[in-house]
């Protein structure tokens, strides 16, 4: 059984879709991040930056592992799913997992809390992360110009990515001139897994249309 301690953000829904998708079993614990739970002294023992998502293998010694990118490496090693085994396509999912890390999940985050949250509004501070996160984007319209996916089949690059742009619209940036990447968002879209992976532990408050399909989904 694998413990994941979570809460409903893009972050979030990269180790749950992904646990959905190697159908592996787990528990769900929720982390109230409103309420500061993250900071607990049990929590900071399974992950000392205090953030969400953090995953205990309790077949593997109750072992833990914090960061959503470790997470997603973890569970494609311990399964031999997800990602290649061949040097050269293994790299390339870690290069744009990285990518993901280094590059759409900062900058999307900014945007998201620029234009959505806080409390004074910087039209030059919102621009400058939306273009950015557009910018990003644009990269990955580019790659999947001529890839079904991101490394030629279905990967953890794909869930880590997918996360984060399938709420664009929380940060206010459009892909309405990226083709490519609305093509890939509803190819993802139309996986079980990622339907059941994004309302654990619960439907996110912006996302209603996902939400009821993933339901609809769920009770068949």
Avoid at 104 to 132: D, L
Avoid at 191 to 212: H, K, L, N
């Amino acid at each position: 059984m694998i413990d994941l301690y979570t809460a409903s953000t893009p972050n979030g829904w990269k180790a749950s879709i992904a646990l959905e998708e190697l159908a592996l079993p787990y528990t769900v614990q929720p982390v109230k991040l409103g309420e500061n739970e993250q900071k607990s002294p049990e929590y900071l023992a399974l992950n000392p930056n205090g953030r969400i998502p953090v995953i205990v293998d309790r077949f593997n010694g109750d072992f833990a592992v914090f960061e959503s990118g470790a997470i997603l490496i973890y569970l494609a090693e311990k399964t031999g799913q997800l990602m290649p085994q061949a040097a050269k396509p293994r790299s390339q999912v870690l290069q744009w997992l990285m990518f993901q890390m280094g590059g759409i999940g900062p900058m999307q985050g900014q945007a998201n809390v620029f234009f959505r949250y806080f409390p004074e509004k910087i039209p030059a501070v919102i621009q400058r992360y939306q273009k950015e996160t557009l910018r990003l984007y644009t990269v990955l319209d580019t790659r999947l110009k001529d890839h079904e996916y991101l490394v030629d089949d279905y990967s953890i690059a794909d869930i880590a990515h997918w996360s984060w742009v399938r709420i664009h619209g929380w940060a206010g940036v459009s892909i309405d001139e990226l083709p490519h990447l609305q093509r890939w968002m509803a190819l993802m879209a139309a996986r079980p897994a990622c339907q059941r992976g994004v309302i654990v532990p619960e439907p996110f408050e912006a996302d209603e249309t996902v939400v009821a399909y993933a339901k609809k989904i769920l009770t068949k």
